[in-house]
């Protein structure tokens, strides 16, 4: 169980980064920087444009948490990785797999709901 709770809390800024496309006009219209209008053409841009630019960099940032993640834990050196292998595997799957979803679902789900509430898509 402790291992699922140090996974969800390397997961959330990748996550929340592979969703800027759709989080940040949401974002304008709550703080009242944007009309619902300017976000909706904002969100088809960044969407429709430049998804896997976040996608990719949400990436990124969750190889660079998995690899902090594992520097704390003490595997620091090539030796003690070969060593402990099947945990540094299955690990990645892991958080690979719960990063997958967890972005799947914060997109998908919650920040459609959202977007829908705020009138700025249909």
């Not at 009242?32 to 896997?52: C, M, P, V």
């Not at 190889?63 to 704390?72: D, M, N, P, Q, T």
């Not at 540094?88 to 797999?97: P, S």
Request: one cysteine or more; hydrophobic letters at 55%; a positive charge.
């Amino acid at each position: 169980m402790k291992k699922l709770a140090d996974i969800l809390k390397i997961m959330g800024i990748p996550v929340l980064v592979a969703s800027l496309c759709c989080l940040s006009p949401i974002i304008l219209v709550l703080f009242g920087l944007g009309t619902a209008t300017f976000a909706a053409s904002l969100a088809d841009t960044l969407y429709g444009q430049y998804r896997w630019v976040f996608r990719i960099t949400g990436l990124v940032l969750l190889g660079i948490s998995i690899f902090i993640y594992f520097r704390k834990k003490g595997i620091c050196s090539l030796s003690i990785a070969k060593k402990r292998r099947n945990e540094i595997i299955n690990t990645i799957l892991f958080a690979l797999a719960v990063g997958i979803i967890g972005y799947i679902f914060w997109l998908y789900v919650v920040l459609e709901y959202i977007g829908k509430w705020l009138k700025i898509w249909s």
